[in-house]
């Protein structure tokens, strides 16, 4: 099947097989192996990436879903010299430990704060619900979206 859609703000067209998991076709067939493959049933958050602003797992997804679709990863986060204001935050916070689910935490909270970019404590928590951690507690991780969404330009009156 070929497929046509937006990749990283690259327009992509690949012929594929339409059953293809979309965790698969991001690791496989591009490279972008910053989305990780946790459960492989949509529990853990690993492999979050964001298609059409909405943070979803991957490992969900068939290659033959994102026609048209815009997809992000964490990738796309890292481009040129630096990295995102949301990646300088967790580092900051101090929300990052062994690492496997920070791509997924961050793309939710991309998500997140692209559509509320003052989001409240129980809007944060209810955006990583989906996100497991072994290491850090969430607290952290939670501190961490609030800071980028400061350092983002956003002030908070709580």
């Known amino acids: 099947m070929e497929l046509r859609f937006n990749l990283n703000e690259k327009d992509i067209k690949i012929e594929t097989d339409p059953g293809k998991r979309l965790l698969d076709l991001l690791r496989e067939d591009f490279g972008l192996t910053g989305t ?14 964001i298609l059409d602003g909405k943070a979803v797992n991957s490992c969900l997804i068939f290659a033959g879903q994102i026609e048209g679709s815009r997809i992000l990863t964490i990738e796309y986060l890292s481009q040129g010299d630096g990295i995102h204001p949301i990646q300088q935050a ?12 920070t791509p997924g935490m961050v793309m939710s909270a991309k998500a ?3 559509e509320t970019p003052l ?40």
């Open 36 to 49: 990780k493959e946790g459960c492989g049933e949509g529990e853990c958050g690993a492999c979050t990436i």
């Open 90 to 101: 967790f580092i900051d916070a101090g929300a990052v430990q062994c690492g496997f689910c």
């Open 112 to 114: 997140l704060l692209d």
């Open 119 to 158: 989001p409240s404590e129980e809007e944060i928590r209810n955006s990583i619900a989906g996100n497991l951690c072994r290491c850090t507690g969430y607290k952290k991780i939670e501190e961490a979206i609030k800071l980028a969404s400061a350092n983002m330009g956003g002030e908070r009156n709580e």
